[in-house]
């Protein structure tokens, strides 16, 4: 078992930066590939960015391309999301999400561990 734990989260102004962390604790190893999703109220959870722990890869949505970075310390087992230039759209619940392989991934449903969320605020 893998559990995660997500922090950082908190209210910004459009244009502001947050950095989201997610500290893996359990069976942790290499072997996974760890990343983020989002929720919006009233909206599906949308993919946000993934790395592999093993490879070091990352894909992003293309919502987020340029504006979010997404890292991982695996001596931490902590993945990071630094959140630039953000915009009312991003305004969601963050999940940490870990799936068990080194392919990243899009996929909700493909996930096999989750955290709780952070939420992330952005309004005037």
């Known amino acids: 078992q893998v559990q995660l734990e997500e922090s950082g989260g908190g209210w910004v102004q459009p244009g502001g930066s947050l950095r989201l962390s997610c500290a893996a604790s359990?069976?942790?190893?290499?072997?996974?590939?760890m990343g983020w999703f989002r929720q919006a109220p009233g909206k599906e959870r949308e993919f946000v960015a993934s790395?592999?722990?093993?490879?070091?890869?990352?894909n992003y949505a293309d919502s987020v391309k340029g504006r979010f970075t997404i890292a991982s310390d695996i001596t931490k087992s902590t993945v990071t999301l630094q959140t630039n230039s953000l915009k009312l759209d991003d305004a969601a619940l963050y999940y940490c999400?870990?799936?068990?392989?080194?392919?990243?991934?899009?996929?909700?449903?493909?996930?096999?561990?989750w955290g709780k969320g952070t939420l992330v605020t952005v309004s005037p």
């Open positions: 359990g069976r942790t190893s290499s072997n996974y590939a």
């Open positions: 790395i592999s722990l093993y490879t070091g890869l990352r």
């Open positions: 999400a870990a799936k068990f392989g080194h392919s990243t991934f899009t996929q909700a449903d493909d996930m096999d561990y």
